[in-house]
Protein backbone atom coordinates (compact mmCIF):
# COMPACT_ATOMS: atom_id res chain seq x y z
CA UNK A 1 0.00 0.00 0.00
CA UNK A 2 1.30 3.58 -0.88
CA UNK A 3 1.28 6.86 1.33
CA UNK A 4 -2.00 7.34 0.04
CA UNK A 5 -3.51 4.24 0.89
CA UNK A 6 -3.92 2.74 -2.48
CA UNK A 7 -2.77 -1.13 -3.52
CA UNK A 8 -1.82 -2.25 -6.78
CA UNK A 9 -3.87 -5.47 -7.40
CA UNK A 10 -3.43 -7.74 -10.23
CA UNK A 11 -5.27 -10.78 -11.36
CA UNK A 12 -3.48 -14.15 -11.77
CA UNK A 13 -4.97 -16.88 -13.55
CA UNK A 14 -3.62 -20.02 -13.94
CA UNK A 15 -4.98 -23.13 -15.45
CA UNK A 16 -3.22 -26.52 -14.17
CA UNK A 17 -1.94 -28.79 -17.34
CA UNK A 18 -1.57 -32.73 -15.88
CA UNK A 19 2.01 -32.61 -16.82
CA UNK A 20 3.42 -30.09 -13.70
CA UNK A 21 3.88 -27.02 -15.80
CA UNK A 22 1.63 -24.13 -15.08
CA UNK A 23 0.30 -22.15 -17.58
CA UNK A 24 -0.15 -18.15 -16.07
CA UNK A 25 -1.38 -15.10 -16.95
CA UNK A 26 -1.09 -11.88 -15.40
CA UNK A 27 -3.84 -8.61 -15.65
CA UNK A 28 -2.58 -5.48 -16.18
CA UNK A 29 -1.34 -3.85 -12.71
CA UNK A 30 -4.39 -1.40 -11.74
CA UNK A 31 -2.50 1.51 -9.92
CA UNK A 32 -4.08 3.63 -7.18
CA UNK A 33 -7.51 1.92 -6.57
CA UNK A 34 -9.16 0.42 -3.94
CA UNK A 35 -11.98 -1.22 -6.60
CA UNK A 36 -9.56 -2.37 -9.83
CA UNK A 37 -12.14 -3.20 -12.65
CA UNK A 38 -9.43 -5.23 -14.86
CA UNK A 39 -12.28 -6.72 -17.53
CA UNK A 40 -9.48 -9.18 -19.31
CA UNK A 41 -10.06 -12.12 -21.36
CA UNK A 42 -7.31 -15.18 -21.16
CA UNK A 43 -7.72 -18.44 -23.24
CA UNK A 44 -6.29 -21.46 -23.14
CA UNK A 45 -6.08 -24.16 -26.30
CA UNK A 46 -7.14 -27.09 -24.44
CA UNK A 47 -9.51 -30.28 -25.99
CA UNK A 48 -12.37 -30.54 -24.66
CA UNK A 49 -11.69 -33.94 -24.08
CA UNK A 50 -8.98 -32.91 -21.47
CA UNK A 51 -10.83 -29.79 -19.85
CA UNK A 52 -12.15 -31.89 -17.04
CA UNK A 53 -8.61 -32.94 -15.93
CA UNK A 54 -7.70 -29.36 -15.38
CA UNK A 55 -7.76 -27.09 -12.72
CA UNK A 56 -8.38 -23.53 -12.94
CA UNK A 57 -6.81 -21.25 -10.08
CA UNK A 58 -7.93 -17.50 -10.06
CA UNK A 59 -5.64 -15.39 -7.79
CA UNK A 60 -5.60 -11.58 -6.62
CA UNK A 61 -2.72 -9.94 -5.17
CA UNK A 62 -2.01 -6.62 -3.74
CA UNK A 63 1.41 -5.48 -5.35
CA UNK A 64 3.53 -3.05 -3.29
CA UNK A 65 7.01 -2.46 -5.12
CA UNK A 66 10.19 -3.06 -2.95
CA UNK A 67 7.74 -5.58 -1.10
CA UNK A 68 6.35 -8.91 -1.34
CA UNK A 69 2.98 -9.08 -2.93
CA UNK A 70 0.25 -9.84 -0.50
CA UNK A 71 -2.19 -12.48 -1.35
CA UNK A 72 -6.21 -10.85 -1.16
CA UNK A 73 -8.35 -13.68 -2.26
CA UNK A 74 -8.99 -16.58 -5.14
CA UNK A 75 -11.05 -18.88 -6.30
CA UNK A 76 -10.31 -22.29 -8.24
CA UNK A 77 -12.74 -23.84 -10.82
CA UNK A 78 -12.38 -27.55 -11.42
CA UNK A 79 -13.13 -31.09 -10.02
CA UNK A 80 -11.75 -30.01 -6.47
CA UNK A 81 -13.65 -27.14 -6.32
CA UNK A 82 -17.05 -26.63 -4.42
CA UNK A 83 -20.57 -25.50 -4.14
CA UNK A 84 -20.60 -22.07 -6.83
CA UNK A 85 -17.43 -22.55 -8.35
CA UNK A 86 -18.04 -26.40 -9.39
CA UNK A 87 -21.33 -25.66 -10.41
CA UNK A 88 -19.48 -23.22 -12.85
CA UNK A 89 -17.72 -25.87 -14.07
CA UNK A 90 -20.10 -28.19 -15.02
CA UNK A 91 -21.67 -25.70 -16.93
CA UNK A 92 -18.87 -24.92 -18.76
CA UNK A 93 -18.04 -28.79 -19.20
CA UNK A 94 -21.36 -29.23 -20.26
CA UNK A 95 -21.84 -26.41 -22.88
CA UNK A 96 -18.12 -26.71 -25.04
CA UNK A 97 -19.06 -23.84 -27.33
CA UNK A 98 -21.00 -21.60 -25.38
CA UNK A 99 -19.04 -19.25 -23.06
CA UNK A 100 -20.83 -19.30 -19.32
CA UNK A 101 -19.97 -16.45 -17.37
CA UNK A 102 -20.36 -16.44 -13.51
CA UNK A 103 -19.18 -14.10 -10.27
CA UNK A 104 -17.31 -15.90 -7.28
CA UNK A 105 -16.86 -14.82 -4.25
CA UNK A 106 -12.83 -14.45 -2.98
CA UNK A 107 -11.79 -16.81 -0.24
CA UNK A 108 -8.73 -15.87 1.68
CA UNK A 109 -8.49 -19.53 2.29
CA UNK A 110 -4.80 -21.16 3.36
CA UNK A 111 -6.42 -24.71 2.16
CA UNK A 112 -6.23 -23.84 -1.55
CA UNK A 113 -2.66 -22.78 -2.42
CA UNK A 114 -2.46 -19.74 -4.64
CA UNK A 115 1.38 -18.84 -5.89
CA UNK A 116 2.69 -15.46 -6.26
Known amino acids: MDSNG ?5 VK ?6 MGKKAKNKTQIKKKTLNPEFNEEFSYDI ?3 E ?7 ISV ?5 GKSNDFIGGCQLGIQAKGECL ?3 YECLKNKDKKIECW ?3 L ?3 SVHFED
Open 6 to 10: YSDPF
Open 13 to 18: VCLKPD
Open 47 to 49: KHA
Open 51 to 57: LAKKTLD
Open 61 to 65: WDYDM
Open 87 to 89: KHW
Open 104 to 106: HVL
Open 108 to 110: NDN
